[in-house]
């Protein structure tokens, strides 16, 4: 069964099998697993990949750049004066400290409370998004914020978090923030001004505005879902009444609102209960990566996919099963068990067959005659749809009614949220049970467009831009930088110097949300604190404060009063909002960071009644050869833009196509085909009104005729970034398509070098089956169930797995002896993995999405260096730990996705020790594999020797070093990266140094923070009973669950299970990483290594490593047929 | 005078922490030369810290005892685990300056991980410099018992001290 019909609506439909026959199997036992185009065809080798990052030795001189390079770093050096200039620094350098340095140590005047240095401090606040804030808890070194973590208690979050709020913290130390007040002064440029001015003029001229009630003031906010802004906002009406306030955000849930407005009369919000779903139909709609809350919805969403706590008999239906149709594939398309391509136009009438579908399997008495005739007047004929989506779709979530839902994602037109609310209600009856509806919190306030047509009237003399950046990313159409200049005065309060900045007559340093007072409310309406943890490092001040400022709230005067009422004004929303006054439950409140159970309300909406739905024409989008489908995405690194500063997400491997640095226009492979198009080919988008340059990347699993644009990228804003930054494709969004539009495509003949780390890391096609494993319910059975464990490489092992083979014969004290330093002779020998506790993990690719928040939360914790474009290319990434998605099934137009994180497996036999000639790899007895940096060498043979390429290299003084600068000699570099950078380092890691090998370590110092907490805890508890002697009693619990036991004869400190996570467990939103004691039988990871389809990558290499994986589940309904 | 009147958090922190200047003016509060708790010998030896009390400014104390960035040392698990401060700093009460005197070497740190032998002591005692067994046992007698009993099996592997 193909999907091609979808292509027959095509004008011009040309032959789109070329890739399908690939002369591949077809048993599903064996899919084929592949990570490009290039190597599904065979044009690539995995074996020349098997040294990562190796280029030629000249490169350190400055002349290392590849022929074909167009961004080559020219250092203008010749070899000679660079050997004289290095010789000449050397001898500066020994000249200098032969003795070891005078150090200070600074205490504190007058200690502050609750501060312990070096034990750091955890703060619960909340992070202000788009969609409603998500909580979170901030890890403070010595006052120096360094990672963000999910609130723990927070059903938003449960402790893990998304890879934006996990790539913020970057934002508050980015070297590119605006640090000082901007004014524009003579000859129209901006020119460095002060607070104290700003303070003087603002004082004078909104005194003015006050007078005028306001009139000519406009007010341009990002949508921030905040009490306190509410209750300042009441004050604001008093004192500008005549004021315009516009709220704008370049993506949102505007369609899903309006449609309700149209139909219920009230502004309702939707919520779907993805967990309680067990058919869930999406349409357009990436809930799980980019929509509404993906944190708590992959939670419920991967809960309802284990196998592992279900009745067998009644698996096959509580397990959920995704069908998806979509444009583009997403990460939500990627956890589907059925996709079909439609462009996104095609959708609506998509929903008009499944529609019709349902009426008539409808018994009579559900549906009235009016309906059916309106249903059957439909005029469906426009595109073809495989017949088996409408009939099999219709008859699944008539089956699964009230437990199935149907979602359609805000790119969609109201109409179709329209219609899907008919379904979940009228025909589905899923209302309260997957889908409810709750009173929107919505703020009165102008659309974007009369901004703009005020502006351009020039009725608008100041504007006040509070965050965002409506320059950038407002509609095209409407011209704003064009009309921005008929106001004389343009306020604006931003992080970064942006286009709107520059655009403005006073730029304003803004204050990150981790250095203000404030409080919003979740995507559900559950109210949360958010708090300072750090003064304004540039001397920025909130929007808020602007706001109490300007508008003189509880009779402020001066700024000073602003920032000090600014606390005040929170609290006063705090009783507002919960009606407690009292000093303590406010001080509970910023202290967890919430007030429990707070979220809205169900209320039962108006019956959506389908009369009200006339279907007045049917889509017109016909893709002709030139004239395309164009959807506009948010970037899963940079959203809408907001992030374009964060070097973090700049190198973020996007979960679908793998990019870094740049974006693309996302293209088929039968479309590019038929267009001639390459990935890298530059193209050009005409949509009438504007026409954007930017290069294409061919996507399997792209519907054909359509093509997907990320927004948010553009010019490189990163300071020293060098290459990269991608294309910015806003020009082409205007006010009446958002979402989608058609344009003429044509190709330029030019060429961008686009990077993206898809065959980066690959293991040796022939070892494929070995790597990933993807099965059906049944196939999980046969496997779960199978006696052919015996011969499995996991029964090897020496802890962990099959422990009746060890226990017995667990290593006795005397065995136990360590290898002194002095017995030179045996440090070859293999280390005894003898510690009482045995790290160990399980990652479950059935509930990996691909998200990457553990990628940036590793880099957050590790103190991980970004590389740039260029190194990125050259295989020289950083991360520890890489999700590697590969394409599975053989057909290239429509694979399936699975994503598996990959990073060290600490195996017990590590190729990478038995090649280290300084002995920098080595093992512990607790099996880690660790990496001593101080003996490292740079040899990298344990790179070329590690199977799963797992290990980086420093190839250049990252952490020292601008990125412009890597490959400039000593003496001509700049002072190194800025201070502000080093703020963000994890004091317990090491910051690594050129010519060191680095990789995955299991999050050491965590590991080490856990045992040090025990044996601290336990030691203190025991103080009154030092008497007693030691004992295996295991009711003898010490504090917190901490005991001492003797095992194997020594007396040892136990750390509960759960108590160390590592970095990327912590933040998996799915919960798909699972670390602790494989020697603990009653921990997590030792339950789900015994299950039957625990698996090892390249298990047969005899590695033995410590990281095994669970097997991806389909489940996959067999009256689909095979394909669909 | 304990140890941890001025390293207060030695038992909770991995740094043994510096006194801030409040902890040093609970004692030496007269900022009139000539009264008590002045140093009579060198009344200017105390003046760093009336200076700092005055303009608020941090004391710059000299950094005697330092490991390689690269070793991550911490204070609490030892001092918790019986191992007393002399052990690693020497006879600090000795001490008119503070001197280096022990190497604090990897090698010197292993060869008390290997093989602890007098180094342990109940966890009450740490900052007693003139502490000695009760019960009349040899202070290996004592280390061995402590180290059963609050199963202390320090790391000796790389990653025990760097990540």
Request: hydrophobic share 35%; charged share 25%; aromatic share 8%.
């Amino acid at each position: 069964m193909s999907d091609s019909p979808a292509e027959r609506g095509c004008v011009s439909a040309p032959c789109e099998s070329t890739t399908e026959d690939t002369g591949r199997s077809r048993n599903p036992a064996h899919k084929e697993h592949w990570r490009s185009l290039e190597e599904l065809s065979g044009a690539t080798s995995a074996s020349a990949r098997e040294f990562p990052g190796f280029t030629n030795i000249y490169e350190g001189l400055g002349e290392a750049e590849l022929a074909s390079e167009p961004e080559a770093l020219a250092t203008g050096l010749s070899r000679r004066q660079f050997i004289s200039l290095s010789t000449a620094a050397l001898g500066l350098a020994a000249a200098s400290g032969c003795r070891r340095p005078d150090l200070q140590i600074l205490p504190y005047t007058h200690t502050p409370e609750n501060i312990v240095p070096g034990v750091p401090l955890f703060y619960a606040t909340a992070m202000p998004k788009p969609g409603g804030c998500f909580p979170i808890l901030v890890e403070s070194h010595d006052g120096r914020p360094t990672k963000i973590e999910g609130h723990p208690k927070h059903p938003a979050s449960m402790g893990a978090c998304d890879v934006h709020t996990q790539a913020s913290i970057l934002d508050l130390y980015s070297p590119d923030r605006s640090k000082e007040v901007l004014k524009r002064g003579a000859y129209g440029k901006l020119a460095p001004s002060s607070w104290e001015e700003f303070d003087a003029f603002a004082a004078k001229h909104f005194a003015e505005l006050k007078k005028k009630e306001g009139e000519g003031l406009a007010f341009l906010l990002e949508y921030n879902p905040s009490p306190a802004l509410r209750l300042l906002r009441e004050h604001m009406k008093t004192v500008f009444p005549k004021a315009m306030w516009c709220v704008y955000e370049p993506l949102g849930k505007a369609n899903k609102v309006e449609w309700i407005e149209f139909v219920a009369g009230e502004s309702l919000d939707v919520r779907y209960r993805i967990g309680a779903a067990q058919r869930i139909l999406a349409l357009d709609c990436d809930f799980l990566g980019s929509e509404g809350n993906t944190v708590a919805n992959g939670r419920e969403f991967v809960e309802r996919r284990r196998v592992a706590n279900r009745e067998p008999a009644a698996q096959a239906r509580d397990i959920s099963r995704l069908y998806v149709v979509e444009s583009t594939y997403s990460v939500t398309g990627a956890m589907a068990d059925h996709r079909l391509r439609l462009p996104a136009a095609h959708i609506f009438e998509f929903l008009l067959a499944l529609i019709r579908a349902l009426v008539e399997r409808a018994e009579a008495k559900d549906v009235p005659e009016s309906i059916r005739e309106i249903v059957a007047g439909w005029q469906l004929s426009r595109i073809e749809i495989p017949s088996v989506w409408i009939d099999e779709v219709a008859a699944e979530l008539r089956e699964f009614k009230g437990k199935s839902l149907v979602i359609a994602g805000y790119r969609q037109p109201p109409l179709v949220h329209h219609l899907c609310s008919s379904i979940n209600g009228y025909l589905l009856g899923n209302i309260d049970a997957t889908v409810s509806y709750e009173f929107a919190t919505l703020e009165q306030s102008q659309k974007i467009g009369e901004l703009g047509r005020a502006l351009h009237a020039g009725e608008i003399k100041t504007l006040v831009v509070l965050g965002g950046n409506p320059i950038h990313n407002a509609p095209a159409d409407l011209n704003l930088a064009a009309s921005i200049v008929q106001a004389p005065t343009v306020i604006r309060v931003g992080l970064f110097d942006d286009e709107t900045s520059q655009a403005a007559t006073w730029h304003l340093p803004q204050a990150h949300f981790l250095e203000s007072w404030g409080d919003a409310e979740t995507a559900d309406g559950s109210y949360c604190c958010i708090q300072p943890l750090i003064a304004p490092l540039h001397n920025g001040r909130s929007s808020m404060e602007l706001l109490i400022q300007i508008s003189g709230w509880d009779s402020v005067v001066t700024a000073a009063d602003a920032r000090i009422k600014a606390p005040k004004l929170v609290r006063d929303s705090f009783k507002k909002r919960t009606g407690k006054d009292d000093e303590l439950t406010f001080k509970r409140f910023v202290q967890e960071g919430f007030v429990a159970d707070s979220a809205g309300l169900p209320v039962k909406p108006m019956e959506p009644a389908i009369q009200k739905f006339h279907a007045g024409g049917s889509s017109d989008l016909v893709y002709s050869k030139h004239k395309l489908e164009v959807t506009f995405h948010p970037s899963y690194a940079l959203y809408d833009g907001r992030f374009a500063w964060n070097s973090w997400l700049m190198e973020l491997p996007d979960p679908i196509t793998k990019l870094v640095w740049d974006n693309a226009a996302l293209i088929s492979p039968a479309t590019a085909e038929r267009l001639q198009i390459k990935t890298g080919d530059v193209i050009e988008i005409d949509n009438g009104s504007a026409k954007v340059k930017i290069p294409a990347f061919i996507l399997p699993g792209q519907a054909d005729n359509s093509i997907a644009l990320h927004l948010g990228w553009g010019k490189q804003r990163i300071a020293h970034a060098g290459a990269g930054g991608g294309f910015d494709v806003y020009p082409l969004r205007t006010s009446n398509a958002m979402h989608f539009t058609t344009a003429k495509v044509a190709k330029t003949g030019e060429f961008y070098h686009l990077v993206t780390t898809q065959e980066h890391g690959t293991i040796p096609k022939e070892k494929a089956h070995d790597i990933i494993k993807e099965f059906t319910l049944d196939e999980f059975h046969e496997r779960e169930h199978a006696e052919h464990h015996n011969d499995d490489p996991k029964s090897r092992f020496q802890w962990g797995y099959d422990q009746s083979k060890y226990r017995d014969a667990g290593p006795s004290n005397a065995d136990a002896r360590r290898i002194a330093l002095q017995q030179a002779q045996d440090l070859s020998a293999p280390q005894r993995l003898d510690g009482h506790m045995q790290w160990g993990m399980v990652i479950d690719l059935n509930a990996c999405t691909g998200c990457s928040a553990c990628v940036i939360a590793c880099q957050a914790e590790n103190n991980i260096p970004v590389v740039g474009k260029h190194e990125v290319k050259l295989n020289r990434e950083m991360h520890w730990i890489s999700v590697h998605r590969y394409f599975t099934s053989e057909k290239a137009y429509n694979p399936g996705i699975v994503a598996q994180p990959m990073m060290c497996q600490h195996c017990e036999a590590a190729p990478c020790e038995s090649v280290c000639p300084v002995n920098a790899a080595v093992h512990s007895p607790e099996g880690l594999n660790l990496q001593v940096y101080n003996r490292c060498i740079g040899t990298r043979y344990c790179s070329n020797n590690c199977p799963y390429k797992a290990r980086r290299f420093n190839w250049f003084d990252f952490n020292k070093r601008r990125l412009d600068e890597l490959r400039v000699p000593t003496p001509f570099s700049e002072a190194g990266v800025p201070e502000t950078l080093k703020m963000q380092k994890n004091p317990d890691v090491t910051v690594r140094m050129r010519g060191v090998m680095e990789k995955c370590t299991y999050c050491i110092q965590r590991i080490e923070r856990g045992k040090i907490g025990a044996k601290v805890a336990a030691a203190k508890a025991g103080d009154d009973k030092a008497d007693t002697p030691p004992t295996s009693d295991p009711k003898k619990e010490y504090a917190q669950g901490y005991a001492i036991r003797v095992i194997d004869g020594i007396s040892r400190i136990i750390v509960p299970d759960g108590i160390i996570k590592t970095a990327c467990e912590q933040a998996c939103p799915t919960g798909a990483i699972v670390f602790g004691n494989v020697r603990d039988e009653q921990s997590r990871v030792y339950k789900l290594k015994n299950l039957g389809n625990d698996y090892l990558v390249l298990g047969s290499l005899n590695t033995k490593p410590r990281t095994s994986y669970l097997p991806r589940l389909r489940n996959p309904n067999p009256k689909m047929g095979e394909g669909a | 005078m304990d140890c941890r009147y001025c390293h207060q958090h030695v038992e909770s922190s991995k740094h043994a922490t510096v006194p801030s200047t409040q902890v040093c003016m609970s004692c030496h509060n007269s900022i009139d030369p000539g009264k008590a708790f002045v140093n009579v010998r060198n009344p200017q030896f105390l003046a760093p810290v009336h200076d700092s009390w005055k303009t608020n400014q941090p004391i710059e104390w000299k950094r005697i005892h330092k490991l390689p960035e690269y070793s991550y040392f911490d204070h609490s698990v030892h001092v918790n685990r019986g191992v007393s401060c002399f052990e690693c700093h020497g006879p600090i009460n000795e001490m008119d300056v503070v001197y280096h005197a022990k190497s604090l070497t990897m090698g010197w740190c292993l060869d008390c991980h290997h093989h602890l032998d007098e180094a342990l002591r109940p966890r009450t005692q740490v900052t007693e410099p003139l502490w000695k067994p009760s019960r009349g046992e040899s202070k290996q007698q004592a280390s061995d018992d402590l180290k059963k009993l609050l199963g202390v099996n320090p790391p000796s592997h790389c990653g025990g001290c760097h990540r």
